[in-house]
């Protein structure tokens, strides 16, 4: 079974559309995670959301919503594409209440804007 | 969460041991060490974490230094799966976020 998944695998599309990434965990965890690779592959954390509330925005623009209908899902949906938005996004889960815990990550989502 | 320095790229034979070093110098006293890899194209997979103490699981070994300035990944039989980048972040026990820096990039040889 698939721990943190994410659909689609592949997006593409061109600039000024609206599109929706979405994410699932199966783990129970609390605490879910958007992290955006850009081309460079550095890896940054964009949000954190724990039991549905945001706890994490890392300075992302307002193009950028994360939803969280419920603490197994965590869908980000993106405004007015632009160039700079393409990146591989990955989702990830954590479980909260302990002190030290790992953070597992879906596959990710490869959004290309042309 | 503290700085982190690794080389940017190793090589390493296929059945020996993999040893990569990481570079934590302004780590604090409740920061922990975690390494991560990513496999090209896939997402970042935990594989182990520490504070003081060396730390073995069925993927690694993690060695810290007394003063916990530094430390080492050992992938004790590496083979070509374990081809990938290696992540090593410092981060507080309750931190919500990872702060990836740019990694190692390991390469299995046969």
């Known amino acids: 079974d698939t721990a943190v998944s994410q659909t689609p695998k592949y997006l593409v599309t061109q600039m000024g559309n609206d599109k929706s990434i979405k994410c699932e965990q199966n783990?129970?965890?609390?605490?879910m995670y958007w992290y955006k690779q850009d081309s460079k592959k550095f890896l940054k954390i964009m949000f954190s959301?724990?039991?549905?509330?945001?706890?994490i925005n890392e300075t992302v623009p307002n193009r950028f919503s994360p939803k969280s209908p419920d603490k197994a899902h965590l869908n980000l949906h993106i405004n007015s594409l632009e160039l700079g938005d393409s990146a591989v996004y990955f989702c990830?889960?954590?479980?909260?209440?302990?002190?030290?815990?790992?953070?597992?990550f879906g596959p990710g989502t490869r959004l290309t804007v042309t | 969460d503290a700085k982190t320095t690794q080389p940017p790229s190793m090589d390493c034979a296929e059945g020996r041991a993999a040893n990569l070093p990481c570079n934590h110098s302004?780590?604090?006293?409740?920061?922990?060490v975690y390494w991560y890899r990513q496999i090209h194209s896939q997402g970042p997979q935990y594989i182990i974490h520490?504070?003081?103490n060396n730390e073995t699981n069925e993927m690694a070994s993690l060695i810290i230094t007394e003063d916990r300035k530094s430390s080492t990944l050992i992938l004790p039989h590496a083979t070509l799966r374990d081809t990938a980048v290696y992540y090593c972040?410092?981060?507080?026990?309750?931190?919500?976020?990872?702060?990836f820096g740019t990694g190692t990039r390991l390469t299995i040889i046969p």
């Open positions: 990830a889960s954590s479980p909260a209440g302990t002190s030290t815990y790992e953070q597992y």
């Open positions: 520490g504070l003081k």
């Open positions: 302004t780590i604090s006293g409740n920061e922990y």
């Open positions: 959301y724990n039991n549905k509330e945001l706890i």
């Open positions: 783990l129970g965890h609390d605490t």
């Open positions: 972040i410092v981060r507080v026990a309750y931190g919500e976020k990872l702060t």
